[in-house]
C-alpha cells in the first residue's frame, strides 16, 4: 500500500469518527470548498448545503461503517470505490438505516491532505 493510499483510508476512517462523534468540523474540513455530493432523488449539492444539514442535526447519533472497495491514485488527484452502511437516530426516534456503494474523487491538497472532492452514493 502506498502512502497516499493509506492516507486516503486514515481520511475515511477519520470521516467516519468524527460522523459518530458528532464532529461537524472535522468532517467539513476533510473535503473542499467546492465540494460536489450526488445522491438519489435530489439535485447535487455542495459544501454549504451540507454545512447546513449538519449544524440541524446536533443531536442525531450517527452509527456506522465503510469497507473501501478500491483506491486509485493518479498524482494529486484519486477516486475510491467504497461500501457504506450507516445508522442514524434521531433524539427518541427510530433508526434509519442506509447501506450502499459511493464512488468519491479525492483531491490532495497544498498541505499535502487528501480532501472530498466529489461524492456520488447510491445509498438507500
Known amino acids: 500500500m502506498t502512502e497516499d493510499e493509506r492516507a486516503i483510508r ?6 467516519m469518527s468524527a460522523s459518530k462523534a458528532g ?15 450526488m445522491v438519489p432523488g435530489r439535485e447535487p449539492f455542495g459544501k454549504d448545503a451540507f ?3 449538519v449544524q440541524g442535526s446536533k443531536d ?8 473501501i472497495q478500491e483506491i486509485q491514485v493518479l ?16 433524539p427518541g426516534g427510530e ?5 450502499g456503494y459511493t464512488l468519491t ?9 487528501w480532501r472530498l472532492m466529489r461524492d ?5
Open 95 to 99: 433508526a434509519i438505516r442506509r447501506s
Open 51 to 53: 454545512e447546513a444539514a
Open 23 to 37: 464532529d461537524h468540523e472535522t468532517v467539513l474540513g476533510l473535503m473542499t470548498d467546492d465540494a460536489i455530493f
Open 75 to 90: 498524482g494529486d488527484w484519486a477516486w475510491l470505490r467504497n461500501h457504506v452502511e450507516v445508522s442514524i437516530t434521531p
Open 60 to 67: 442525531i447519533r450517527v452509527e456506522g461503517g465503510s469497507e
Open 120 to 124: 456520488a452514493n447510491l445509498m438507500g
Open 105 to 113: 474523487i479525492l483531491r490532495k491538497g497544498a498541505d499535502g491532505r
Open 10 to 15: 486514515d481520511m475515511v476512517d477519520q470521516w
